[in-house]
């Protein structure tokens, strides 16, 4: 498996508190992605990193920051938890995203906004 | 963009039999596919993955067909075994835009033993 790491593995949470989760990854690779992984959707990009404190939305950003402060490191925030976003949250990492290279994922993790 | 279509969402074939499992893209431009394998509780986890220079391409009892012209692509995995049990999806990468890569909702296999 790669090395990603990604924590916490569930969370429960209220609406309206924020919550960050963490993806950690061994690697050394440039870019990190945040993914969603919904009933009936394929899994859907929220933001991206292509570097420390590079960052850029995907398809289902709104409601969702991001930070990158060091290259093993990409975090993922909900500003002010909805139940729309209780889903089922994947950190991805690739060397490259032009030169066609595979995204490897990490377990996941679940969250529930009640 | 780019959309990505699975043909049906489960399947069930006997222990030693062969599946095939097909998705379908809609960007004629798209040009790298990649074939990833979901366990319960797991992130997904790559299989296989094909350029567009290419129509087939084989791993340890899989082998990946594109067909270009339908823009259509298959996942055969061969002797299929219990543990081959789990969701496959495909993805393709949509070089027109932002190199995004974009899932079908993917196919639930069930190894009958």
């Known amino acids: 498996d790669a090395g990603i790491t990604q924590s916490p593995r569930h969370k429960v949470t209220e609406t309206g508190t924020p919550v960050t989760l963490r993806c950690h990854q061994t690697?050394?690779?440039?870019?990190m992605y945040w993914y969603r992984q919904d009933p009936g959707h394929g899994l859907r990009l929220i933001h991206y990193?292509?570097?420390?404190?590079?960052?850029d939305k995907g398809e289902v950003s709104d409601g969702y920051s991001v930070s990158r402060s060091k290259t093993e490191d990409f975090l993922l925030t909900l500003e002010s938890a909805t139940s729309s976003q209780t889903s089922v949250y994947f950190c991805?990492?690739?060397?490259?995203?032009?030169?066609?290279?595979?995204?490897?994922f990490g377990d996941g993790t679940r969250l529930s906004i009640l | 963009g780019e959309s990505v279509g699975l043909h049906l969402p489960t399947l069930s074939v006997q222990e030693g039999d062969n599946s095939i499992i097909n998705c379908a893209y809609s960007n004629s431009a798209s040009d790298y596919f990649i074939w990833y394998k979901q366990e319960s509780g797991k992130g997904p986890q790559f299989i296989i993955d094909i350029r567009s220079n290419m129509d087939k391409r084989q791993g340890q009892r899989v082998t990946v067909l594109l067909n270009k012209t339908v823009k259509h692509l298959s996942l055969q995995i061969a002797a299929t075994q219990p543990g081959d049990s789990a969701v496959y999806f495909c993805?393709?990468?949509?070089?027109?835009?932002?190199?995004?890569?974009?899932f079908g909702t993917g196919t639930r296999l069930t190894v009958i033993p």
């Open positions: 993805a393709v990468l949509d070089q027109t835009g932002a190199n995004n890569l974009f």
């Open positions: 690697e050394n690779h440039r870019y």
């Open positions: 991805a990492i690739s060397e490259s995203r032009v030169n066609n290279q595979p995204q490897h």
């Open positions: 990193s292509y570097g420390v404190k590079d960052t």
